[in-house]
T-cell receptor
């Protein structure tokens, strides 16, 4: 069966510090991968998606970036965090090549102080 | 359609009653829709999905209705239980790979 992992589960970082959130998927090959952000009490905002290694599409311009160094690894990064980067970050995967159900990870709660 | 950033509307129901959560979409080309349930501090979980060649699909205690004429989707939960309290999101495909999520509805079940 497929599983998706995210870490860390929670993170408190000062403004201006770097960020690296990691997501890995097991039990599937060549998945589509997604990063979402969810502000408190609000909906999901798609940040990035990837259809393959090294292929990243950005949905919202901001100081975040994403990379996919391996087939089942997706990383969300920032060189300098802003207060507005606080939120709940969710990674998701779906079957390659078609639109359909996305399976979500447990999320990382980021607080920028 | 998608309304990123809006505060979530709330639906409050009594335990045992039926709940109906509504969603509107704007993309006429969408042919796949899905409902997710998100409990506090957790990632969204799949509830039920429906393709555009159907107008109704039933699961365990849940039913999704699709009205393509008015671009409306609803989730019905029968005999709502306290464990159903969560935020519910609808999503529809906007391309070959992407899903667009609605703003969500917070369901509160009163004992």
């Amino acid at each position: 069966s497929q599983t998706i992992h995210q870490w860390p589960a929670t993170l408190v970082q000062p403004v201006g510090s770097p960020l690296s959130l990691e997501c890995t998927v097991e039990g599937t090959s060549n998945p589509n991968l997604y990063w979402y952000r969810q502000a408190a009490g609000r909906g999901l905002q798609l940040l990035f998606y990837s259809v393959g290694i090294g292929q990243i599409s950005s949905e919202v311009p901001q100081n975040l970036s994403a990379s996919r160094p391996q087939d089942r690894q997706f990383i969300l990064s920032s060189k300098k965090l802003l207060l507005s980067d606080s939120g709940f970050y969710l990674c998701a995967w779906s079957v390659s090549g078609r639109s359909g159900e996305q399976f979500f990870g447990p999320g990382t709660r980021l607080t920028v102080l | 359609g998608e309304s990123v950033g809006l505060h979530l509307p709330t639906l409050s129901v009594q335990e045992g009653d039926n709940s109906i959560i509504n969603c509107a979409y704007s993309n006429s080309a969408s042919d796949y829709f899905i409902w997710y349930k998100q409990e506090s501090g957790k990632g969204p979980q799949f509830i039920i999905d429906i393709r555009s060649n159907m107008d109704k699909r039933q699961g365990q205690r849940v039913t999704v209705l699709l009205n393509k004429t008015v671009k409306h989707l609803s989730l019905q939960i029968a005999a709502t239980q306290p464990g159903d309290s969560a935020v519910y999101f609808c999503a529809g495909n906007t391309g070959r790979r992407a899903l667009t999520f609605g703003s969500g509805t917070r369901l509160q079940v009163q004992p």
